[in-house]
């Protein structure tokens, strides 16, 4: 893929262990990468509760960042923080607007990568609609199978938006359907 290119001769490669930010929430967004190994969340703070609320993962094979943000240097919407120990490939807004402006072969990246994101994101709003609880947290499992080993469930139900009690619940039914 063009981007691997692109990241790995005019980027960086950087490895962040669990817990380390890439992008802080209301900070200038600054980087824009693809997740070669681990996971990250994206989180974000209630407005009148301040509680931690998961809006967003990205897995290895998925691009990284506040995309719309970094290009301009605007404030992130979230603050990345890697769940595991990650390898990214990445590289500043400033670098990737540089990019996009080379030729219309790197223009056509900016629509893919526009296109990958909106479509990731729209999954996601449907899901909240044409998926049940259970549902969701099946398809999440699907999406990254070892996610219950990397996350506590509270912020896994922070994700689908359920309670934990609810997400306990669901867990038991799956367990129970299975051993029926």
Same mark, same amino acid.
């Given at each position: 893929?063009?981007?691997?290119?692109?990241?790995?001769?005019?980027?960086? *490669?950087?490895?962040? #262990?669990?817990? !380390?930010? %890439? /992008?802080?929430? $209301?900070?200038?967004?600054?980087?824009?990468?693809?997740? +070669?190994?681990?996971?990250?969340?994206?989180?974000?703070?209630?407005?009148?509760?301040?509680?931690?609320?998961?809006?967003?993962?990205?897995?290895?094979?998925?691009?990284?960042?506040?995309?719309?943000?970094?290009?301009?240097?605007?404030?992130?919407?979230?603050?990345?923080?890697?769940?595991?120990?990650?390898?990214?490939?990445?590289?500043?807004?400033?670098?990737?607007? *540089?990019?996009?402006? #080379?030729?219309? !072969?790197? %223009? /056509?990246?900016? $629509?893919?990568?526009?296109?990958?994101?909106?479509?990731? +994101?729209?999954?996601?709003?449907?899901?909240?609609?044409?998926?049940?609880?259970?549902?969701?947290?099946?398809?999440?499992?699907?999406?990254?199978?070892?996610?219950?080993?990397?996350?506590?469930?509270?912020?896994?139900?922070?994700?689908?938006?359920?309670?934990?009690?609810?997400?306990?619940?669901?867990?038991?039914?799956?367990?129970?359907?299975?051993?029926?």
């Amino acid at each position: 893929m063009i981007w691997n290119c692109y990241a790995t001769s005019e980027g960086q *490669s950087v490895e962040y #262990q669990k817990g !380390e930010w %890439m /992008e802080c929430e $209301g900070d200038p967004a600054q980087w824009f990468g693809f997740v +070669a190994e681990g996971c990250f969340k994206y989180v974000t703070r209630g407005l009148s509760d301040d509680r931690e609320h998961i809006t967003w993962f990205s897995f290895a094979g998925e691009f990284v960042g506040d995309y719309p943000a970094c290009l301009d240097g605007s404030p992130s919407q979230t603050t990345i923080e890697a769940m595991l120990p990650s390898r990214v490939l990445m590289v500043s807004g400033e670098q990737l607007m *540089s990019l996009f402006r #080379q030729n219309k !072969e790197m %223009m /056509e990246l900016r $629509g893919i990568i526009s296109d990958h994101l909106l479509s990731q +994101a729209r999954a996601r709003y449907l899901d909240f609609h044409r998926a049940t609880a259970r549902e969701r947290y099946e398809l999440l499992l699907h999406r990254c199978p070892g996610i219950v080993e990397h996350l506590p469930l509270n912020a896994i139900s922070s994700f689908l938006c359920i309670t934990p009690q609810m997400l306990s619940k669901v867990r038991k039914d799956i367990t129970f359907r299975v051993r029926q």
